[in-house]
């Protein structure tokens, strides 16, 4: 699974869209980009993957670069709830059901 | 409501203790994970299990044992307790069916403090 480059901490006002980027130059064909979020002391939720298209659910937007090297979470209108460490992981579906955690991002919403 | 539990939610034991974390499904997943998160930093995978039966070794197994003998539990074994396994503990199972996104849903996690 190719290794994922997130920055340690971002902060965004309430309200306002949140951008966290994350960056996976050595990615393959056919590898997906997900991502977590674990807000403190609970369990990672997932809130959205893709593999070369833009993707958009309840939770989030994900744009991936054409050259798939890199891509963008969005949250669209941060809520304090939204304060939490976010991972951006990469991974082949169906070969390896595995997560390979890295240190994520520490997202701060201030009010 | 389909669900993943932990227990306990907390323990403290003896270091040489043997210790085990219990780990049950009710959404029928065939893949189960366990995960180890230490103060700060990331999820480090533990073992895993691809069904019945099925036990394979992650990145971080040496002194944790594991067993699947049905679908929905993964009981988590730590042979002899060191203090280097303070830790708090998540489960998680996935299932990638035709049409699933083989989404991983996580435990609540077991904060244990070996002493």
């Known amino acids: 699974d190719a290794k994922t480059t997130q920055p340690p901490s971002m902060d965004c006002a309430e309200g306002r869209a949140a951008n966290l980027p994350c960056n996976h130059s050595?990615?393959?064909?056919?590898?997906?980009v997900y991502w977590y979020r674990q807000i403190h002391s609970q369990g990672p939720q997932y809130i959205i993957h893709?593999?070369?298209n833009n993707e958009t659910n309840e939770m989030a937007s994900l744009i991936i670069t054409e050259d798939r090297k890199s891509s963008t979470l969005i949250l669209p209108h941060a809520t304090l709830r939204d304060t939490a460490v976010y991972y951006c992981?990469?991974?082949?579906?169906?070969?390896?059901?595995?997560?390979?955690f890295g240190s994520g991002t520490r997202l701060l919403v201030r009010p | 409501d389909a669900e993943i539990t932990q227990s306990p939610r907390h323990k403290i034991t003896e270091t040489g203790r043997q210790v085990t974390l219990a780990c049950h499904q009710t959404?029928?997943?065939?893949?189960m994970f366990w995960y180890r998160q230490d103060l700060g930093h990331g999820l480090r995978l533990i073992h895993y299990?691809?069904?019945?039966?099925?036990?394979n070794k992650g990145e971080v197994s040496d002194g944790y044992s594991v067993s699947r003998s049905n679908t929905e539990d993964l009981p988590l074994t730590l042979e002899s307790a060191a203090s280097s396994q303070t830790s708090v503990y998540f489960c998680?199972?996935?299932?990638?069916?035709?049409?699933?996104?083989?989404?991983?849903?996580f435990g609540p996690g077991t904060r244990l403090t070996v002493l």
């Open positions: 998680a199972s996935s299932d990638l069916s035709t049409g699933s996104t083989d989404t991983q849903y």
């Open positions: 050595t990615i393959s064909g056919n590898e997906y």
């Open positions: 893709g593999l070369k």
């Open positions: 992981i990469v991974r082949v579906l169906e070969s390896s059901y595995k997560l390979i």
């Open positions: 959404w029928n997943h065939n893949n």
């Open positions: 299990s691809y069904g019945v039966q099925d036990t």
